[in-house]
């Protein structure tokens, strides 16, 4: 019985990921535009996501709601797994690199509403992040025996503390914008 159950959790797990990874997820819609490129999200009033700053100055006086939903992204890898981000993001290919992209449409999904990054495409690759008034909520699979025997491990920050850690002075702005800038699209994964 144990081995029938596991094997259902496994094949479960690799129909969800085929699934991400065919870009069946609906993050087609949002822009793949770094901070200040003018991105707009696809729910104004959706809390998770927010819209760029039309400015084309950087200011040191960054705020909140001046960033998009693809630079809180890599704010919150930075303060996750910033060895990864930085590994992966400068790979080139149509299935390498980071890929962001947005679980949405199935409402008894757990994780709907949240966006992620990952970078191989397993379980344990993505971040999923999102963002409640200001409150960035974080879920990332936690293996135990197995991949497939694994949970979700909560945390969360405040995105003021991401930008006053990762994003509160020139240098480090150019930085995460540079790894924003190479950051794909989930749904041109393979293209």
């Known amino acids: 019985m144990f081995k029938k159950m596991l094997y259902i959790i496994g094949l479960a797990s690799l129909v969800s990921l085929v699934l991400v ?4 997820s609906q993050s087609a819609k949002q822009s793949d535009k770094p901070y200040g490129a003018g991105q707009t999200s696809k729910k104004a009033s959706s809390s998770s996501m927010t819209t760029s700053s039309s400015s084309n100055s950087q200011s040191n006086d960054v705020t909140t709601s001046n960033l998009d ?3 809180i ?4 890898m930075l303060y996750k797994r910033p060895d990864y981000l930085k ?5 080139k290919g149509p299935v390498s690199g980071v890929f962001y992209g947005t679980r949405e449409g199935d409402e008894k999904d757990s994780l709907n509403g949240y966006s992620f990054m990952t970078g191989e495409g397993d379980p344990t690759s993505y971040l999923y992040y999102k963002n409640e ?3 960035i909520k974080l879920k990332e699979w936690i293996p135990r025996d197995s991949v497939a025997d694994g949970y979700f491990k909560s945390s969360s920050i405040s995105l003021k503390q991401l930008i006053a850690d990762y994003y509160s ?3 480090k702005q150019s ?3 540079g ?5 794909k699209l989930d749904s041109n994964y393979g293209k």
């Open 69 to 71: 939903n693809k630079t």
């Open 133 to 135: 008034n200001g409150m």
């Open 21 to 24: 990874g065919c870009g069946k």
């Open 87 to 91: 590994s992966y993001v400068n790979e």
């Open 73 to 76: 992204g890599v704010l919150a």
């Open 179 to 183: 790894y924003v800038n190479k950051v």
């Open 175 to 177: 930085e995460v914008n």
């Open 169 to 171: 002075d020139q240098y």
